[in-house]
Structures are given as structure tokens and as C-alpha cells.
């Protein structure tokens, strides 16, 4: 269908919509996201996770389970997951056999697993959850009186093969979405595909790392020229810090990118960090609801805000390393740190936050790929650094993020936040390079206290 303007023939709005583990958990949850899309005629692609906890279990197994007892339990695990979804269908029938089929899959991929993990493994088994979702998520909607195709996104999401943490292609992608995916955007049929995944040119299945649900929707939103992106989760939209930490969190309605970038960067839940590149690339606003109560509203993300506060929000990221790197050679010489950097880029190593003094540079890893936990610095990087200076690597450390509006040029700022930690002792304060964000290190232990203290004197 198409609006007429001026004798043109003007294509409709087109809303690409992301729903997350915990929004299509169960049946009543699916159903719950399948009325948002059946609702809303603007809504033609929409990308989902794998159903809650089944990303975790598929980890697992990736991970290598050598005990064949253990190992039947995940699946038995992963096929109940599924099985209660299909058992409430009105035609089971129609997706059953592909279901079985995914998970027979599973378990030859665990075996091989069992004996040799590898990362290309990993990609394979971890898509599996998104391969399996899809099936069950068109039936709902196809059952609800909706036109619904599943598409297998490995079509269009074109990556290099860094398994783990693929980087996508955007011309490619671009090019395969019109190839793919356009002619079915002509119809009234709503296309639902599998976030987080894709493929490398040789057609292996790759992944975006974890959380990167979002990211690929973003993707395809702008891959498309779509006018909105929907990213339908757990909560109503983002908070001044996370509700489950302080319980007097207050909802933003409106944010700028630079502002959600910032907290997403810094470790808020709600957003794949890679998630906004795409939109404000695009200029595509961005919409973040909750799909179990989406009368609430949620939060607007748009180039540019009525209301810019100094003070927006509160981010906590935990499972930091840090790496704090000591020679006396560093003193009022000239070469150390492009060394350093030189070492770390040979070993593929992404540095997040870095501070420095006279003989010492503190610096912390990112985490980008998809097994969690704190990033490691690999042996043979910790030998390189060894030779050119001391190094030391700590971890149980989590990033507290202020997040806000120029922040350097905001008088007292400092004086707000630091003035209220006196009986904590944060390190690697980082402070100045941009100004939206304030932040610095804390022991694991005292973080959430951290946070909750800084929210109640500056947002309370």
C-alpha cells in the first residue's frame, strides 16, 4: 500500500521493531509483542532475540559439556524452553518439525563442541536461539490474523568473520536488503527475522557479540530507510539509573544520541552500544519500550533535545580489567605509548578508558565478544608488555558513569560528585575528554552503594 502526494506515488513509513529475550520469553510474552507489531501498520520488520535463558544454555554447551548427561540436560532444558510456546499454538504442527530439526542440530554441534570448542563453533550453536524464536514468532502473529513471513537474516546481515564479534558490512548489507528484502517491504506482509547474527561471505554463521539484537536492527533499519526504530524490552524506557539499584530512579522521556551513547557505552542495559551508530547515521529516531506495558510509553532518542540538563544519568558497568603498565623509561620520553598501543593492536586488544602519569599508564580492556564475563589480556600480549615495562592487571572493578550535558564546562561539577564519595576511594577517574561523561573505577563490592549515594544527591 502507498500514499499518492502530488501524482507521486510516495512509499508508506516503515518502522523496524527489536524485541529482546525477556519480551519474547513464553507464549504470552510473544503474544504480548505480536499485538505491538499487529497494531501498528508501520511496523514490516521486526527482529527478535532467542527466547530468555536459552542464549545462556547454548553458551554452555558451546563451551564444551563432555558429560553426556549433562549435555542431554541442556537440551531437555532447550526443548521444554520451546515446547511450552508450540503446546499453546493453534497449529503446532506447523513448526514443529522445524523446531525438532534446530535442536537435532544442537546436538550434533554440542558433540563436536564436547571434543573441540572453537569461536566459529560458538557462532554456530549461539544463532541457534534466534533460528528457533523466529519459527514460533510468525506462527503467533500468521495465527493472529497478520500476513507473516520468517526471514533467515544471514541473507542480508553480511560480517568479516571475527567470530564473536563480527563487524557488519553496511554497503553489502545495504545492497542485500534491496536485493532481499524490498520486494517483500512492497507487500502487506511483515517480515520477522533473528537479531544478533549474520554471516561472513562464505555464508559461515557469524555473530555481532552479545546484546547485538539491537545493533542489527539498527542495521536493517538503516539498510532500508526506515523512519523509526522500536527497541521493545523488559522496562518502560530508560531511567536516570537502573530502578533495580536505586529505587527512586525517574523516567527520561527524551534524550539526545550523544546522551544515549554515552549510557549505553557506559554500561545501561537498555542499549546495545553499537545500537545508535546506525540511527544517527540515518537520522532514524529511536523509540525504547516496554513490550509488557507499552500504554506506559517509554523513551525518545533524537538528534537533538528541548531539555539538555547537566546532570541526565547514572551508568554501572562491571567485570572491568584493568591493566596498569610501570617503567621508568616512560619519563619525559618520547615512543612508550605508541609501543604500547602497537602490542595491544598486534593482539587485537580494544582499550576503553586509559590515564596516565609520569611513569605508569592505567588503562582498561573492552569487552566486545560473546562469552561474558571480564576481558582478559592474553598470555602472549602479557609477555610482550612484560619486556617493555611492569605490568599489573586487576579485576572485580565495575565503571561508574555520570552522564549529562557539558559536563567540563559546568562549574563545580566535580565538586558535586567527588565531594560525595569521601568514604570511597575511586580510581582511574576520567574526566574532561568529553562532556558527557564523568566516570571512574570502584571496587565491585561497593558500586551499587556507589551509584545509589551519587543518585540521591544529584537526581533525588
Request: net charge negative.
Amino acid at each position: 500500500m502507498s500514499f499518492v502526494e502530488n501524482n507521486f506515488t510516495v512509499p508508506p513509513p516503515i518502522t523496524v521493531a527489536k524485541f529482546g529475550g525477556t519480551s519474547v520469553a513464553d507464549h504470552a510474552a510473544m503474544s504480548r509483542s505480536a499485538t505491538i507489531i499487529k497494531d501498528n501498520p508501520a511496523a514490516k520488520v521486526v527482529l527478535i532475540s532467542a527466547c530468555s535463558g536459552v542464549t545462556n544454555l547454548l553458551v554452555e554447551l558451546a563451551n564444551g559439556l563432555a558429560d553426556n548427561e549433562q549435555r542431554s540436560k541442556r537440551l531437555q532444558q532447550l526443548r521444554t524452553i520451546h515446547q511450552d510456546i508450540i503446546d499453546q499454538l493453534a497449529h503446532p504442527e506447523t513448526v514443529t518439525t522445524q523446531v525438532e530439526q534446530l535442536i537435532s542440530h544442537i546436538a550434533k554441534l554440542a558433540e563436536q563442541a564436547a571434543q573441540k570448542p572453537s569461536v566459529q563453533l560458538t557462532d554456530q550453536l549461539v544463532a541457534h536461539g534466534e533460528l528457533l524464536s523466529t519459527h514460533l514468532f510468525t506462527q503467533i502473529l500468521n495465527e493472529m490474523g497478520a500476513s507473516a513471513l520468517r526471514f533467515d537474516i544471514r541473507d542480508v546481515m553480511r560480517t568479516d568473520s571475527q567470530y564473536g564479534k563480527a563487524v557488519p558490512e553496511v554497503d553489502t548489507i545495504r545492497q542485500l536488503a534491496d536485493q532481499h528484502l524490498q520486494p517483500i517491504l512492497k507487500t502487506d506482509t511483515i517480515i520477522v527475522s533473528q537479531g544478533f547474527i549474520g554471516a561472513d561471505e562464505s555464508g559461515v554463521t557469524t555473530t555481532l557479540g552479545r546484546g547485538g539484537s539491537d545493533y542489527s536492527a539498527a542495521l536493517i533499519a538503516e539498510a532500508i530507510s526506515a523512519e523509526i526504530l522500536e527497541i521493545w524490552t523488559d522496562v518502560p524506557g530508560m531511567y536516570t539509573t537502573d530502578p533495580r539499584i536505586a529505587a527512586n530512579a525517574k523516567p527520561i522521556k527524551e534524550i539526545s544520541f550523544c546522551e544515549a551513547s554515552e549510557m549505553a557505552n557506559f554500561g545501561a542495559k537498555i542499549l546495545h552500544p553499537s545500537t545508535l551508530l546506525p540511527a544517527v547515521r540515518q537520522q532514524i529516531p529511536v523509540f525504547v519500550g516496554s513490550s509488557k506495558a507499552p500504554e506506559q510509553g517509554g523513551t525518545w532518542i533524537r538528534q537533538s533535545v528541548t531539555d539538555a540538563p547537566k546532570f541526565r544519568a547514572l551508568a554501572l558497568r562491571c567485570n572491568q580489567t584493568m591493566v596498569t603498565l610501570t617503567s621508568l623509561n616512560m619519563f619525559h620520553a618520547y615512543g612508550f605509548l605508541a609501543e604500547v598501543f602497537r602490542i595491544l593492536a598486534e593482539y587485537k586488544i580494544s582499550v576503553d578508558l586509559i590515564t596516565t602519569s609520569e611513569v605508569s599508564v592505567s588503562l582498561t580492556l573492552d569487552q566486545t565478544d560473546t562469552c561474558g564475563g571480564a576481558p582478559r589480556l592474553p598470555e602472549a600480549a602479557m609477555e610482550a608488555l612484560s619486556k617493555l615495562c611492569r605490568v599489573e592487571v586487576e579485576q572485580d572493578l565495575c565503571l561508574v558513569a555520570l552522564i549529562g550535558n557539558d559536563l567540563g564546562d559546568a562549574p563545580g561539577a566535580a565538586t558535586q560528585v567527588f565531594s560525595r564519595l569521601e568514604k570511597y576511594s575511586p580510581r582511574m577517574i576520567c574526566f574532561g575528554a568529553s562532556t558527557h561523561n564523568l566516570c571512574f573505577l570502584v571496587k565491585t563490592a561497593e558500586s551499587r552503594e556507589v551509584v545509589q549515594t551519587l543518585h540521591q544527591g544529584l537526581f533525588e
